[in-house]
């Protein structure tokens, strides 16, 4: 998505050597009208399927999740973290370990929001080592739940993630493919 692209590189700042910032416009300040397009984008890009519900995990799949649930006219869900030890029941759980934060969070979906049989895009901001997704993937299979496909805003490709959700049969679509950070410079797969 040449939008995005130019955004990543207008605004993008890299962190050490794996980590983007993309805070002005996604992960802290949003810009809803890029947000709208990426929803757009999404319901494009998905339309051959069919989808009940959108889950993603709070806070930066948020956003885009919900501007995507707009466009295909669905609700959309944020799995919540939670690392306290205690849980509430009638809620199901992951464990995902944040490579950006260096902490496991528990995420939770409470069971009135997740049914059998419905179909799932599953959203999210950024596609890394994965970790994130497969907490979803988990959560919707303990509630018999079927995902259709995988939405990411921004996948970096020298990370594990892609590979991971590939051996595990899921069709991923990226809007933006990240190749490498090298000499300060974003260099995006076409
Ligand atoms: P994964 O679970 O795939 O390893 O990492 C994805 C999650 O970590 C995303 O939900 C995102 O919040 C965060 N993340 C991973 N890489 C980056 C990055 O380069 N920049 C930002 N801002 N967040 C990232």
Do not use: C
């Not at 319901?43 to 051959?48: H, N």
């Not at 934060?101 to 895009?121: S, W």
């Not at 939405?151 to 051996?167: N, S, Y």
């Amino acid at each position: 998505m040449k939008l995005l692209e130019n955004r990543i590189r207008q605004d993008g700042r890299i962190l050490g050597t794996e980590i983007l910032k993309v805070d002005s416009f996604l992960n802290h300040q949003i810009d809803p009208e890029l947000m709208a397009a990426i929803g757009k984008e999404f319901a494009r890009l998905f339309a051959d399927k069919k989808i009940d519900k959108i889950v993603t995990v709070e806070s930066s799949g948020i956003a885009p999740a919900v501007f995507t649930g707009l466009s295909l006219h669905v609700p959309v869900v944020f799995a919540r973290k939670n690392k306290s030890l205690t849980l509430p029941d009638d809620v199901w759980m992951a464990d995902v370990y944040s490579f950006t934060k260096e902490v496991t969070n528990h995420i939770m979906i409470d069971h009135r929001f997740l049914a059998a049989g419905e179909h799932i895009l599953l959203i999210d901001d950024f596609l890394a080592n994965g970790q994130a997704i497969e907490g979803l993937l988990s959560i919707t299979q303990q509630a018999e739940a079927e995902v259709v496909g995988v939405g990411i805003v921004i996948e970096k490709t020298f990370q594990k993630g892609r590979q991971l959700l590939d051996e595990l049969g899921v069709e991923v679509k990226s809007l933006a493919r990240i190749k490498s950070f090298d000499d300060g410079k974003i260099s995006f797969l076409s």
